[in-house]
């Protein structure tokens, strides 16, 4: 009896403090899992171009509207349906699949006619959130004792409404279904996109393009966490191996790729040189492969602002390679984003300056592990093979310009001479596959070489018998599964894949449907279940324009962050989204949801009283000079994001408060940002010029610079890691703007539960990334779910912080520092320390300034 009031106390906690954070408005309400919405048809529109033109193009007399239908929350579009042209009548029938973490009065459909200049509106209707979001009651409890009250329903809704509500104005109909996030699959294979999961593989996790094994020693696996202990994979070191031991193709794709670069450093270089059968230079190195016969493929961005002359904007020695490889064997190809017929010639040339391919995989066949024939092995992740990114865990700054790093000195940060440094710190991660998945990975390679390439180019390899998952898999136990940002314009995706099969059935087909009578309405029907049922997918892609989109590494982190139990632990070059959840500027086009759904997880397991933490590290400023009019305006979008989160978590936590016994919690119990610094003596500097710069002169003194993360990767609960080139931005999440590739991955064996994580090979590459920047192994890193471990990654951040601001230069072993800013008094601030709100050693507000003259679709 008594713990069942306990329980029924704790039932009610998490009602009031749910009803707090979503419902609390009556008008506004969240929409927190899938909107599925499909817009069927328009009759008898209004015809806006009465003139009667010809077109110059088709000769064709347009002499009626053009329609399109868009969906909005609020200013978040959810949707775009295909132009219609000369209809007044159009037939849509498209169907699209949207995650939604939206606080919203409704849903908000237009209909639009497209002109020459600017679009004219047709019409409108609003959907009322209201009609989306139902509770369970009192019947549906007693069905299912499991339910609370504040669980949603699953709402569909058939209409057919009059534009404006004027019947002259033409009506629309449409489907629209809310499914809760607690009704959708927590699998760990994400449903509903491009690329199936694969079994039977063997993954390996990379920190760094080399890990020296001199991080402190990390044991796991077994009952006690202690069976094993975690050997660091060296990734330059096996590309080059790996590229070696090629018989048959290679196939290469990166944003930059430099050909001048070495993979392996000292001895191990000297070795190479002197009696290596191949150079471990990039370029002689796939030069010599192409040579004995072996197929290389490789492409690259096309930077649009380079020339011979000028290495371009961003130097990713796209013409230098083109240069290299034009009179070899090599097929090397640099490739644009490109625009299509649905844009503009403007929008074209804007796509392709603004925009690029940002995938970063390689892909060969290689000896099997037990010596019968061959299969194939990949890497993808987030490291380039350019200037400037090899480097490991001891990140030295002026000690390696002459050794390691020499012709390798790369910084963007401040104003330095290579002779003088330092040199710019990189941390990132990658990841390797052998097995069934490469399959998907050369798959993906083929569309994207067909589509701008040359498909006579691509070996078969159905004639060496690589095309087969099953006879690839082996015995590694991994799963995968690939995810992409890419679209029509740029890629040749399958035709069968966005084909509906005519034995597919729906819920809402068989669903529980009861008429509605409604005032301006032309007919309404709707229907409602608790009862968790299986969510079907009649596509794979999604669509803008009419044009097909592969957004699912979009729709792969928001699936993983739902289904956490314990913990998130991020690592991204750049975190902005979620606009629709800032304080201001919500018309900014950077809806992707990461931010919020990562929000809302850390309220709902603030409402369960359950333990929950999520990390995440980010450079300390995105690379350039961080005084720059643009480099300012990305840190001011990352600042109102951040904003954003803190917010709503510290309205859970006053929520909390406010209902139960507990007090004194802080938002930093549930999320916390970081960076990584390092500072270095002058003992054993490399350094051979004289300073003379601002910032040489400076540097030199300080010896100090942040460590720049580039990785990109995500790990749920030790259970999955999602690893590849994406940022949490829009461009990277959008479909549409830059091409993203990015596999998640998990053991079979280690799986984690409500109560507990998995103590396996993700579980070990995490521990070892802590070890590695903090400089130890403690034991509180093993559970990182409980505030003990928050507390101690706090205490070494904080206390490396005063080292790295300090006045005093130390060597620093442990590098982890928390992030710029701290909210204090439910405002972001600069974090104390900083002298007058900037970054160490420069004139540079941590906050950001919004730009004026950068469009923000640039920066976001």
């Known amino acids: 009896m008594h713990s069942r009031r306990i329980e029924k106390a704790t039932e009610a906690t998490k009602s009031a403090i749910l009803r707090k954070i979503f419902h609390e408005e009556d008008s506004k309400k969240v929409l927190w899992g899938i909107v599925h919405i499909k817009i069927i048809e328009c009759k008898k529109l209004r015809n806006l171009d009465r003139l009667g033109v010809t077109s110059l193009l088709t000769k064709r007399r347009r002499d009626k509207s053009d329609p399109y239908v868009t969906a909005y929350i609020n200013d978040y579009r959810l949707l775009k349906t295909t132009c219609h042209n000369d209809d007044l009548n159009p037939v849509f029938n498209e169907e699209f699949y949207c995650p939604v973490a939206h606080s919203a009065e409704g849903v908000t459909f237009k209909v639009w006619d497209k002109d020459t200049v600017r679009d004219e509106t047709l019409g409108k209707y609003t959907l009322p959130a209201g009609e989306l979001i139902k509770f369970v009651d009192e019947k549906d409890i007693q069905e299912d004792p499991n339910l609370i009250p504040t669980d949603l329903k699953r709402v569909g809704v058939h209409k057919v409404v009059y534009l404006d509500g004027k019947s002259r104005h033409g009506s629309l109909e449409f489907f629209v279904e809310f499914i809760p996030t607690r009704m959708l699959s927590k699998s760990r294979e994400v449903p509903g996109i491009y690329f199936k999961r694969s079994t039977g593989n063997e993954v390996k996790l990379y920190m760094n393009a080399d890990d020296d094994g001199s991080a402190p020693i990390v044991k796991y696996g077994g009952d006690n966490d202690d069976e094993k202990v975690w050997t660091p994979p060296r990734l330059w070191r096996d590309i080059y191996d790996a590229i070696c031991g090629a018989k048959y193709f290679i196939y290469v794709a990166g944003w930059s790729v430099d050909t001048d670069q ?52 961003m130097g990713t020695f796209d013409e230098k390679t083109r240069n290299f490889f034009r009179s070899t064997k090599v097929n090397s190809r640099l490739m644009s984003m490109i625009g299509d017929e649905v844009n503009t010639m403007f929008q074209g040339q804007s796509k392709k300056m603004a925009f690029t391919h940002h995938q970063k995989y390689i892909i060969m066949d290689a000896p099997r592990a037990d010596g019968k024939g061959r299969e194939l092995f990949a890497f993808v992740g987030g490291i380039d093979l350019t200037l400037g990114r090899w480097d490991s865990r001891k990140h030295p700054l002026f000690r390696s310009l002459q050794s390691d790093h020499k012709g390798d000195t790369y910084g963007k940060c401040f104003k330095v001479s290579d002779e003088c440094g330092p040199r710019q710190p990189w941390h990132d991660i990658h990841s390797a596959v052998r097995g069934p998945e490469c399959v998907q990975l050369a798959l993906a390679f083929e569309e994207r070489w067909t589509k701008q390439g040359d498909a006579s180019e691509l070996i078969s390899r159905g004639r060496l018998g690589l095309d087969n998952e099953n006879t690839l898999q082996n015995e590694g136990g991994w799963c995968a599964q690939l995810s992409r940002s890419i679209d029509s314009r740029v890629n040749s995706f399958d035709p069968s894949v966005n084909r509906v099969s005519n034995s597919f059935h729906r819920y809402e087909d068989k669903a529980p449907w009861k008429s509605i009578k409604e005032k301006d309405i032309k007919s309404s029907k709707r229907f409602e279940t608790a009862a968790a049922t299986t969510i079907s997918y009649s596509r794979c892609l999604d669509q803008k324009k009419g044009r097909l989109v592969d957004n699912s590494i979009h729709l792969s982190n928001i699936h993983h962050i739902r289904r956490a139990e314990h913990f998130i632990y991020i690592e991204s070059q750049y975190f902005m989204g979620s606009s629709f959840m800032w304080s201001k500027d919500r018309h900014v086009k950077c809806g992707n949801m990461i931010a919020a759904e990562i929000a809302y997880k850390i309220c709902e397991k603030i409402a369960a009283r359950e333990p929950f933490a999520v990390y995440i590290l980010l450079p300390m400023w995105m690379e350039g000079i961080p005084e720059a009019k643009h480099l300012q305006g990305l840190l001011y979008y990352q600042r109102v994001t951040i904003e954003a989160m803190y917010k709503l978590v510290d309205e859970a936590l006053k929520a909390r408060m406010a209902n139960s016994s507990d007090y004194g919690l802080e938002v930093s119990d549930y999320l916390n940002f970081y960076c990584l610094g390092t500072r270095e003596t002058i003992n054993g500097s490399q350094a051979t010029g004289t300073p003379e710069k601002e910032d040489e002169l400076l540097l030199a003194k300080t010896r100090r610079h942040q460590i720049y993360i580039h990785s990109k990767m995500m790990i749920v609960d030790d259970d999955v890691v999602l690893i590849g080139t994406a940022n949490i931005n829009q461009r990277s999440m959008d479909g549409c703007r830059d091409s993203e590739i990015m596999m998640t991955s998990w053991q079979t064996n280690q799986l984690a539960t409500k109560e507990s994580i998995p103590k396996g090979d993700i579980h070990a590459f995490r521990l070892h990334i802590w070890a590695s920047v903090t400089g130890q192994m403690d034991e509180a890193f093993r559970n990182p779910s409980s505030p003990e471990c928050v507390k101690a990654m706090n205490k070494i951040a904080n206390e490396n912080w005063q080292k790295y601001i300090g006045e005093e230069t130390v060597d620093m072993e442990s590098h982890l520092l928390p992030f710029v800013l701290e909210f204090e008094g439910g405002e972001i601030k600069p974090r104390r320390g900083l002298r007058d709100g900037n970054f160490t050693d420069t004139k540079a507000s941590v906050l950001g300034k919004k730009s004026m003259l950068l469009p923000e679709i640039f920066l976001t």
Request: aromatic letters at 8%.
């Open 262 to 313: 070495f993979l392996l450093r000292g001895e191990e270089l000297k070795e190479a040189l002197d009696k290596g059968k191949y150079s471990p230079r990039i370029g002689e190195l796939l030069k010599s492969k192409a040579d004995e016969g072996v197929v290389v493929n490789l492409m690259q961005w096309d930077d649009n602002s380079s020339n011979l002359a000028f290495p371009g904007m």
